[in-house]
């Protein structure tokens, strides 16, 4: 075995320790710093109009709104089957993971991140569904008071 391989073995072995709460941590970091890069403003637990939280809610240059749930663990992903009520409050949808979380259980449709602390990358894209624009402006201004709100408080 290589050195890459005995460190790869190594790192993959350190973060099977971590708890859940700790792998959810680092990936939405590690989103968050992608969607920054992406030229985003996230904000996490983002309260919807529906009554849902999104782990992460971005919103992008051009008004585009884009929602990422982060699922920690296969078990996270199964017993939590919202997801599929945020698609009226955004334009793009992700799933965020751990570079080690196996894939092939995900949904087809939703666009994928996988992220870490330090960063992430988009390995599949969303489809880009409209929002009608009374809906965008309402969640863009909810958007807006909602950071002005965190910035003042904290």
């Known amino acids: 075995m290589s050195s890459v391989e005995t460190a790869l073995v190594f790192e993959n072995s350190a973060r ?18 992608l969607l920054i890069g992406l030229g985003f403003a996230p904000l996490a637990e983002v309260a919807l109009p529906n009554g ?24 996270d992903y199964r017993v939590d ?10 334009e793009r949808f992700y799933f965020a993971v751990a570079p080690e979380f196996p894939r092939q259980v995900l949904a087809e449709g939703p666009g994928l991140i996988v992220a870490d602390s330090f960063g992430g990358a988009v390995l599949t894209e969303s489809p880009h569904i409209a929002l009608a624009p009374a809906r965008r402006k309402a969640l ?8 002005a709100m965190r910035a003042m408080a904290g």
């Open 16 to 33: 099977a320790t971590l708890r859940r709460p700790e792998v959810t941590l680092e990936v939405t970091r590690g989103a968050a710093r």
């Open 52 to 75: 849902r939280r999104a782990d992460l809610m971005a919103l992008g240059r051009r008004g585009e709104i884009a929602i990422v749930e982060v699922k920690s663990s296969i078990e």
């Open 81 to 90: 089957r919202k997801w599929g009520e945020y698609a009226p409050f955004c």
């Open 140 to 147: 863009t201004l909810a958007f807006g008071r909602l950071a």
